[in-house]
């Protein structure tokens, strides 16, 4: 008896979505109004990608033909977004200090949020 309970559950696993399941394009997002939470991650070195947190949930930004927006540069990013009115905009960055360091990975996200401006510097491009 318990293993046939145990093969039903084995068969028919649960669905798992990640946050790159849910999308949004950036023209809904204007439309809609103002947005509470907007999330720049740094996904690598010189990557950055943008996240809307609409009911507690991570949506994925993208542009009209539903191509993720990714740029280069954080500023670039902000021109991305300048057409949205975001409440909070965030930057997250994770660390690879226990990837490098050879530690096993913990249950927990070492991602760290910092609150950034939306507003694009005052300073000229060509200092950036």
């Known amino acids: ?29 204007a439309a809609d109004g103002p947005v509470m939470k907007v999330v720049i991650d740094s996904v690598d070195l010189s990557l950055y990608i943008a996240f809307a947190v609409i009911d507690g949930q991570e949506c994925l930004i993208t542009d009209s033909k539903g191509g993720t927006i990714k740029t280069r540069n954080l500023l670039e990013m902000k021109k991305q977004l300048e057409g949205l009115s975001i409440a909070e905009l965030t930057l997250r960055q994770r660390s690879a200090y226990d ?30």
Not at 8 to 17: A, E, F, I, S
């Open 99 to 128: 990837e490098m360091v050879g530690q096993p990975k913990w249950g927990c996200d070492n991602a760290m949020e910092v609150g950034i401006s939306p507003e694009l510097y005052p300073t000229p491009s060509w200092q950036h």
């Open 1 to 29: 008896m318990f293993f046939k309970a145990y093969r039903q559950d084995v068969r028919t696993p649960p669905v798992r979505r990640t946050i790159y399941d849910m999308k949004i394009p950036i023209k809904k997002l």
